[in-house]
């Protein structure tokens, strides 16, 4: 699974940016897309996810705030983030994430990141 993300930038505080992200490769039973974020000095972090039936999980720090989306036809999902603060300053990664039924366990793909940086 190839994930290729674009859309970050610089913006100020309180502004909008979108990020978006394209699926290709052997998507099949691929359950979950979404992204996390990891900003200096911290670990990555979940920002927000949304599974093949539709449901999304945020960030406490981000609801209200980031929406997530998924166009399953296109393999692509994107991550509307508006209002944004200083603290949401990151780089940003695509990621998803398919079940293995050998290993009983979940698979994590990841694409390289995308800088988002909020500054006034």
């Known amino acids: 699974v190839q994930l290729q993300a674009c859309g970050g930038g610089s913006v100020q505080p309180g502004g909008s940016l979108r990020l978006s992200c394209v699926a290709s490769g052997r998507l099949f039973g691929i359950n979950s897309m979404g992204w996390y974020r990891q900003a200096p000095g911290k670990q990555r972090e979940l920002v927000a996810t949304l599974t093949n039936g539709g449901s999304s999980t945020y960030a406490d720090s981000v609801k209200g705030r980031f929406t997530v989306s998924r166009d399953n036809a296109k393999n692509t999902v994107d991550l509307q983030m508006n209002n944004l603060k200083p603290e949401d300053t990151a780089v940003y990664y695509c990621?998803?994430?398919?079940?293995?039924?050998?290993?009983?366990?979940?698979?994590?793909?990841w694409g390289e990141g995308t800088l988002v940086t909020v500054s006034s």
């Open positions: 990621n998803s994430r398919r079940w293995n039924m050998a290993t009983m366990e979940y698979i994590y793909y």
